[in-house]
């Protein structure tokens, strides 16, 4: 990926020097969305799998139906085809059963005026027949030869329960739109289309590391002062849940001359660079002085809580550049800052169409002290009773408490400029789990 290989890319500085209320010291989350997104620029490359294994991948180009869908006209339950021509209006329609149309097995030959054909549910419409009864809407008259049917009066409307050619999906029309994470649903449907390589985004490659002379990494013995280093766990995991290809550097102890050995490597082997820990006031002044040799990065104070320091930008080294996110060291504000700044980032890197996240409103059940001026993103608990979902926040909500995010089940979203939330007010949360 060098740089030539990019189309044009805008310089932070270019971007914030129109906004007349930027404030590097004080930085609504959305002013800071939306840069990140000014600024991003997806990386290209393409590759083509196997059908299964494009599952939460993200789809390349657009997929344009080879065939009608379904490819042919065909019944829509089990019963009796018939001609609506022969359907009496005012009385009992009576037909001669000529045959049997089963599902991948046709019925041959032709129905003639006055002739019903039995056939399944799926199976193919026999040639000038429109319209299905289902069976359990039809008599067997008593007493006449085997094989007639009475359609009572009124029981089916002319060209019921037949499914059409193409009623799903029309040659040539589109499909599925580029840019889509590809879920169970459209592998189905891919398959449905017969189509069995799919091309898609080649993974994002994304190298992360926490900085901190008091971390040790698990398995390391805890000498007193010292934590292990869970941010690294955390980051895997987010990570891997939006289908990066991951690169763990490990512990990087707070060094200019090894942080800057670990941010060269990583420029050169990822698309993006992760870090945790050293971006707040005490630690920021070496770092800074490196980044500005190494790329184009601003170090901002964020309007939020948890999760105030940010560092972003581009660095680049040997020929190649990378994304650079600096979150905070602080466990939860790691996975908040990731959440509501990197994640779309990374999405957008990887061509993805990912739409907002769904915000829902639930009662408060308890009161919620709220500061203007600031978005919080408390861990609640939400929870259902006679149809009402009424949240509360975890006790503690300290951005070093990483129980509260495991505890929780969604974020509660206090927007930037709301003030104490009372017990009974709606507020805004987004939930952790989806369906799909
Ligand atoms: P920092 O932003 O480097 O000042 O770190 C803020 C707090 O987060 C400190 O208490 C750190 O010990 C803690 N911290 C930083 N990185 C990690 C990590 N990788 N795992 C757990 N705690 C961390
Ligand atoms: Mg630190």
Redesign the pocket.
């Known amino acids: 990926m060098k740089p030539s290989s990019r189309p044009h890319q805008p310089s932070l500085s270019s971007l914030t020097s129109c906004l007349s209320d930027y404030d590097p010291q004080a930085m609504p989350v959305a002013q800071a969305q939306a840069i990140i997104h000014a600024f991003i620029t997806p990386v290209g490359a393409i590759e083509k799998v196997a059908l299964r294994s494009a599952l939460d991948r993200v789809l390349a180009s657009d997929i344009i139906s080879p065939i009608d869908v379904p490819a042919h006209d065909n019944s829509a339950m089990d019963g009796y085809a018939f001609n609506s021509a022969d359907l009496r209006q005012d009385s009992d329609t009576i037909l001669n059963v000529a045959g049997t149309s089963h599902a991948g097995r046709a019925h041959e030959g032709t129905a003639s005026r006055g002739e019903a054909i039995r056939i399944m549910t799926g199976a193919l419409m026999p040639a000038g027949l429109d319209t299905v009864i289902p069976q359990e809407f039809v008599q067997i008259p008593a007493g006449s030869p085997a094989g007639s049917i009475i359609i009572p009066a009124g029981a089916v409307k002319a060209g019921a329960n037949r499914r059409l050619a193409g009623e799903d999906l029309k040659a040539g029309t589109p499909a599925i739109g580029k840019g889509r994470i590809l879920r169970p649903a459209d592998l189905g449907l891919l398959a449905s289309l017969g189509i069995a390589e799919i091309s898609v985004r080649r993974r994002l490659r994304v190298a992360f590391f926490?900085?901190?002379d008091?971390?040790r990494s698990v398995g390391e013995i805890l000498e007193p002062g010292c934590?292990?280093?869970?941010?690294?766990y955390t980051l895997y995991g987010m990570l891997q849940r939006l289908g990066c290809d991951i690169i763990d550097m490990g512990v990087v102890g707070d060094d200019p001359q090894a942080l800057e050995a670990a941010f060269r490597s990583a420029c050169e082997n990822a698309d993006a660079i992760i870090t945790?820990?050293?971006?707040?006031v005490?630690?920021a002044d070496h770092t800074k002085q490196m980044m500005a040799q190494l790329g184009d990065v601003a170090f901002w104070k964020i309007g939020m809580r948890p999760g105030r320091p940010l560092a972003f930008g581009r660095i680049a080294s040997g020929g190649k550049q990378a994304l650079f996110f600096g979150l905070?060291?602080?466990?939860v504000a790691v996975m908040v800052s990731f959440y509501f700044f990197a994640r779309t980032a990374l999405l957008q890197m990887m061509g993805a169409q990912a739409s907002a996240l769904p915000l829902m409103r639930a009662t408060a059940a308890v009161a919620i002290r709220k500061r203007p001026g600031r978005t919080e993103y408390q861990r609640g608990i939400l929870s259902t009773s006679d149809g009402q979902w009424s949240v509360r926040p975890t006790a503690a909500q300290g951005s070093?408490i990483l129980r509260s995010m495991a505890e929780a089940n969604c974020m509660i979203v206090l927007a930037h400029d709301q003030t104490d939330v009372a017990s009974g007010d709606q507020v805004e949360v987004i939930l952790f789990d989806g369906l799909i």
């Open positions: 926490s900085t901190g008091e971390l934590v292990y280093d869970s941010n690294r945790s820990g050293g971006v707040s005490g630690d905070p060291g602080n466990p070093g």
